[in-house]
């Protein structure tokens, strides 16, 4: 026996195929974590003295970036859902703003290395450091495209069509938000 409820049907937000996409990136980056921590455990030493020369609030302030920038996603999708799409762009330029400012903290954080002639052939560590954040820092530019899409695509009448791609793009963001997550843990944190 079922109940009528006023709850509105559950649903799996976006697209299969973005879902699909989304589950190869994360085996992807599942690989290259697990490569780093393997090399890591062959020379936990050097990786520490190595993760001393990152610039610990460059990787904060971009956590803090990444994240404020997936909450400014999550409410655009929430208040589109609903057909307040004035409002869903409006978060739609916060979550690329804080995306913008991710990358010119990250060509900064980079141009520090490199005048301090931190290169991706300086160590095994700064060849990961430069992989992994380099791979993600290209998810983030691709994000900002979809994002730029998304917000475009919402100048025309939110339809059941729009909201999915709203979702599907919202889901992409998402994870490269927790690829940074992971990737500040792993490089900046982890001891």
């Not at 904060?60 to 799409?85: D, H």
Request: hydrophobic content about 55%; glycine content about 6%; some cysteine.
């Amino acid at each position: 026996m079922t109940h009528a409820t006023n709850e509105p049907a559950r649903h799996l937000p976006g697209e299969a195929g973005v879902w699909v996409f989304i589950l190869g990136d994360l085996l992807m980056f599942a690989a290259l974590f697990i490569t780093f921590a393997y090399y890591r455990s062959n020379d936990v030493a050097s990786f520490i003295e190595s993760q001393h020369a990152l610039n610990q609030r460059c990787g904060a302030l971009n956590t803090i970036f990444m994240l404020t920038s997936s909450w400014c996603v999550a409410i655009a999708v929430q208040v589109a859902r609903v057909g307040k799409t004035r409002a869903a762009r409006r978060w739609l330029v916060g979550g690329m703003a804080c995306a913008v400012c991710f990358v010119v903290v990250k060509i900064f954080e980079y141009q520090e290395k490199i005048a301090a002639g931190i290169t991706l052939t300086s160590n095994d560590f700064f060849m990961y450091y430069y992989m992994l954040t380099g791979l993600h820092l290209m998810h983030v530019l691709l994000g900002l495209g979809v994002l730029i899409f998304l917000w475009r695509s919402l100048y025309a009448p939110v339809s059941h069509t729009s909201v999915r791609t709203l979702e599907s793009g919202a889901c992409f963001w998402h994870m490269v938000d927790l690829l940074w997550i992971v990737l500040f843990a792993l490089l900046y944190m982890l001891r």
